[in-house]
């Protein structure tokens, strides 16, 4: 009779049978936990643009709301001006373009110009990869609500994004 030492092939089979098994499970839920987190952060960074363009329009009133996301950030050391008012994170005022922030590409519109002043704006918030890094839009305007689009695809207009739902309802 043989004394040796270790594990029979049979053995290390079925451990790593059980692994793959409880990653079978778990790998999903990871993914859904960051679609999740994506989501939320999606949210935050609108209703950031939301207060950034309250602020905008009180330093800057001859100028009216922002007319887009680059004006609103500033890279550092910031001195604040129209084109670049130190209002939010650079790398939010940079997020229109992919990768992003957090999964989505930001985007802010402003218009409705009267006498060279924006009257109102739209902010927008768009997965780079629908179903991968989230499943939901959101935009808002200047009565910054945040709203939703479930599936993912958001109107083009203002006018459109009224007609959504608000987050929390």
């Known amino acids: 009779m043989r004394n040796e030492k270790g594990f029979s092939l049979i053995e290390l089979l079925i451990v790593v049978a059980i692994i793959l098994i409880i990653a079978a499970i778990a790998v ?5 936990a960051r679609i999740a987190a994506n989501e939320s952060s999606a949210v935050a960074s609108v209703r950031t643009i939301n207060t950034a363009q309250v602020s905008y329009i009180s330093t800057y009133p001859t100028t009216g709301y922002s ?6 950030g500033g890279a550092a050391p910031c001195t604040p001006a ?3 008012a130190c209002l939010i994170d650079q790398s939010l005022a940079l997020a229109n373009a ?10 802010v ?10 009257t ?6 768009v997965p780079v990869k629908l179903n991968t890094t989230g499943n939901r839009s959101f ?7 945040v709203r939703v689009d479930p599936n993912g695809d958001l109107p083009a207009n203002h006018a459109g994004c009224q007609g959504l739902t608000a987050l929390n309802q």
Not at 98 to 107: D, N, R, T, V
Not at 109 to 118: E, R
Not at 120 to 125: C, G, I, P, V, W
Request: hydrophobic share 40%.
């Open 82 to 84: 129209v084109a670049n």
């Open 98 to 107: 992919a990768p992003g922030k957090s999964g989505y590409l930001f985007e």
């Open 28 to 32: 999903p839920n990871l993914l859904r």
């Open 139 to 145: 935009c808002s305007f200047e009565d910054a609500v």
């Open 120 to 125: 109102d704006y739209y902010a927008t918030a």
């Open 67 to 72: 007319a887009d996301l680059k004006s609103l």
């Open 109 to 118: 519109t402003g218009g409705g110009a009267v006498g060279g002043v924006n």
